[in-house]
Every structure is written in C-alpha cells, then in structure tokens.
C-alpha cells in the first residue's frame, strides 16, 4: 500500500474529525516508515485530487478531512466556508485522544 493510501485510509478513518498535520506526519515517520516531508506532499496531492479538503486551525496550524464522495443522510457534511476555530489540543480531547498533561 503506498503512503497516499495509508494516508487516505487514515484521515477517512478519523471523518468527521479533521486531521492535524502534525499527527501525519508524526505517524509517517515513527509507524508507517517514510519522511515527513513525503507525507506532506502527499496530503497536498490528496487535496489537489480533491478527497481531502484542508482545514485551518488556530495559530495558523492545517489539518486535512476527508471528503465524502456521496452525500448521506447519516454524515454530516462540513462548511467550507467557515474556518474549524479549535486547538490542536481541543480537537485531541474531542477525539477522546490521551495526550500528554492529560488525566
């Protein structure tokens, strides 16, 4: 399996979450085996293919969530229009994700 579809697979995993960036590329490196850099450049070519949308954060930080193909009644369908207004750390909570400094 290539890194776009490690990559794909895991963002529409997470759906409707966003993705962190960060989180990508922590993971292409210490689980999947490949340099942050190459992962980058894949979520960029995910979003030009137009799967992924990008959505910004605050303090300029960028994530990535996936695009439904078919619009279903049973999946809500995100607001381009409207930046996501959380942390990273806020989006991690929501998630139900322990990160550090977290009882």
Same mark, same amino acid.
């Given at each position: 399996?290539?890194?776009k579809e490690i990559i794909y697979n895991y963002i529409k995993s997470q759906y409707p979450l !966003?993705?962190?960036k960060? /989180?990508?590329l922590r993971k292409s490196v210490n689980e999947?085996?490949?340099e942050? /850099?190459?992962a980058g450049r894949r979520c960029r070519d995910l979003e030009k293919e137009k799967v992924v949308e990008r959505v910004w954060f605050d303090k300029g930080c960028v994530g990535y969530r996936w695009i439904p193909q078919e619009p279903s009644e049973n999946i809500p369908i !995100?607001?381009?229009d409207e930046p996501i207004k959380l942390t990273a750390g806020e989006l991690l909570r929501r998630a139900g994700v !322990?990160? !550090?400094?977290r009882v």
């Open positions: 399996m290539s890194l !966003p993705v962190h960060g /989180e990508i999947w085996g490949y942050s /850099e190459t !995100p607001i381009k !322990p990160y !550090p400094g």
